[in-house]
């Protein structure tokens, strides 16, 4: 039987550890006369396979049926990373699948793995919200059920006094300043400065389970 088996080429370093120069996937084959090798360049095990909606040029689409690895390198304090998933055909209803504020996931949701599974067929909204908010403080919780590109958050009565969150729905989505791919990592920057990065990584759900990978 063929398996695939992961090979990293690298190169010896000062520090004894040693540098990753490339990754491949190795064909092995187990024949009558013996084994072959063949070395075979398989597709990238990361991606940066996301796009810009044409139609709303602050929101992000992630592809689906692979693993999002999604990484906010900073946010400012009235600052709010949003990944919504469409829960009906026309996108009418959508659920938050993950948050982040300055300080890194918003509850009340545990987060048990830095990825998320992007279930094939449906989609994704990957969006920034600026709160206009007076003084300090962020909101650390969310609700889940929210209808697509709104934000509804969780928490003091004081926060929602000082934070403005009509504004914040009128304006709709932080404008992206800038997007483009590095390497096998997909970087935008929005409005105000802040830099997400991000990657897909193709994969298979687990045997007899639709419901996402066990990482």
């Not at 959508?94 to 996931?105: F, I, K, S």
Request: aromatic share 8%.
């Amino acid at each position: 039987m063929p398996c695939a088996v992961e090979v990293i080429a690298s190169e010896p370093r000062e520090s004894g550890e040693p540098k990753v120069v490339s990754r491949h996937l190795l064909l092995l084959t187990v024949g009558m006369a013996g084994f072959a090798l063949y070395a075979c360049v398989s597709a990238p095990l990361t991606s940066s396979a996301f796009r810009i909606d044409p139609d709303r040029p602050g929101v992000i689409l992630p592809p689906a049926g692979d693993l999002l690895w999604i990484r906010p390198l900073r946010l400012n304090s009235d600052e709010y990373l949003i990944l919504q998933k469409c829960i009906d055909a026309d996108c009418s209803k959508a659920q938050v699948v993950r948050a982040w504020n300055a300080y890194g996931y918003m509850g009340p949701y545990p987060v048990l793995t830095n990825k998320v599974w992007a279930e094939p067929g449906v989609r994704y909204l990957l969006w920034m919200q600026r709160v206009p908010t007076s003084g300090t403080g962020s909101f650390r919780l969310y609700e889940r059920d929210a209808p697509p590109l709104i934000f509804k958050p969780a928490g003091s009565r004081e926060l929602f006094y000082r934070a403005d969150l009509k504004a914040a729905q009128e304006h709709g989505p932080a404008r992206i300043t800038k997007a483009q791919p590095e390497g096998e990592t997909f970087v935008v920057t929005f409005e105000g400065g802040s830099v997400v990065r991000m990657q897909a990584l193709p994969t298979a759900p687990p045997a007899g389970s639709m419901s996402g990978p066990r990482t």
